[in-house]
């Protein structure tokens, strides 16, 4: 999801921070909850347009029992017309987990957020992100899931994360 001009981007870029950050008020009436950083080890085949393979970082915490709000780092080496290049990315988002507390062996989550973009031609551009996943048992010491993003092309990832203590 590409934004076109300046004066466009700007209501765009307000409203998938507000998106962003909405799930890290608490409700009056909620218990707190412990941020519990979460390291994540991202590996991604990004589809459109640039066909290739990226790696990647990121960190998230619980901004509430159901979301959690989180920054990743990518870097890919993807087609570029006749050759290979590299693009970068940053994003960030938040996720809404339809099963936090580990009820079921899989645990679906959707979300939405903003990301930069550098492409193998040079050219920075922002994007709005969409996201779906799906957590499997946790193997250890990590917890692995699969994810499918639309923001900037569409892409493919497998993502490692650090277990938390209880729940997802």
């Known amino acids: 999801m590409s934004c076109g001009s300046r004066s466009a981007r700007r209501p765009l870029l307000v409203v998938a921070l507000a998106v962003t950050t909405v799930g890290t008020v608490p409700a009056a009436a909620q218990q707190p909850v412990r941020a519990m ?8 085949l990004p589809v459109t347009p640039d066909a290739g393979l990226g790696a990647g970082v990121g960190l998230n915490v619980r901004a509430g029992w159901y979301a959690r709000v989180g920054v990743a780092a990518t870097l890919s080496a993807v087609r570029d017309g006749a050759g290979w290049g590299t693009a970068e990315r940053i994003e960030a988002t938040s996720r809404f987990l339809f099963d936090p507390f580990a009820e079921r062996p899989h645990g679906v989550y959707a979300g939405a957020g903003v990301a930069a973009r550098r492409g193998p031609d040079g ?3 922002g994007d709005l992100l969409l996201l779906i996943g799906v957590e499997g048992r946790p193997a250890g010491r990590t917890v692995p899931a699969v994810e499918l993003a639309l923001g900037g092309g569409l892409r493919l990832g497998v993502v490692l994360r650090a277990r938390r203590p209880a729940g997802r």
């Open 37 to 44: 950083p979460q390291r994540e080890l991202r590996l991604e």
């Open 123 to 125: 050219t920075t551009r």
